[in-house]
Structure formats: C-alpha cells, structure tokens
C-alpha cells in the first residue's frame, strides 16, 4: 500500500493520494498502515476513492467510517468542490461534520488544522 507520512508542528498524519481505494480490504490495509507507525490521523484524497464509496448504497463508506471508529483512527476525506455528489451523501457530510472523529473538507489545508488541532 502506497500512502506518504506527514509531519507539521510535530504532529503526524497518513495521506493517502496515491491508490485506489475500492474494497473492505483496502480500508483494512489503510488501517494496518495507521497502527504499523503509530499514527492515527488520516486524510483520503476523495480522487482515490471509488465511486462504490460515493453510491451509498453499497455500504463501502458506511463499513469503512465504521471500521475508523472502532479503531480510534481521525479521518478527513478532501472532495472537490466541483464533484457532483447525491443529496444523501451530501446529508451524510453534514451528519459526519458534528461529531470528532470525520470531517470532509475541499482543501487540504483546512483539513490539516483540524486534523492536527
């Protein structure tokens, strides 16, 4: 699994922007990525996820922001602001932006401050 260390005023996060991210699987190898070095702050370029994320339907994010609470880990995804999404995800936003454990941002700066308050 491809993902890059970051550290900013000695804090550390996992970026993941360089795979694709379709499956169970792949968010277990991202969580596995997480304890492996002692880091549990993530951001999740949005351009790496698969569209099976974006269609609630299949459940993908649901089981993956699932899986990230169980394990303690904080996960900001970034989204383009030009990316169509449905009401339902943008619904599941506004829920995930109230509580401290998610956020979705459009910059990465923006998630960097919050991630590493």
């Known amino acids: 699994m491809k993902y890059r260390l970051i550290t900013k005023n000695d804090k550390s996060y996992i970026m993941c ?3 694709k991210i379709c499956s169970e699987q792949d968010i277990l190898d991202i969580i596995s ?3 492996g070095n002692k880091i549990y702050s993530l951001i999740i370029d949005g ?3 698969s569209e099976d994320f974006y269609d609630l339907k299949t459940k993908l994010l649901g089981m ?3 899986k990230f609470i169980i394990y303690n880990i904080k996960v900001v995804f970034i989204i383009e ?6 009401d339902r995800f943008k619904e599941l936003v506004l829920e995930i932006n109230k ?3 998610f956020r979705v941002f459009y910059s990465v700066e923006d998630a960097e401050k919050w991630l590493l308050r």
């Open 33 to 35: 990525a997480c304890f």
């Open 64 to 66: 993956a922001l699932q």
């Open 17 to 19: 922007d360089e795979i």
């Open 81 to 86: 602001k030009e990316r169509t999404i449905s």
């Open 99 to 101: 509580g401290d454990n």
């Open 47 to 49: 351009n790496t996820l």
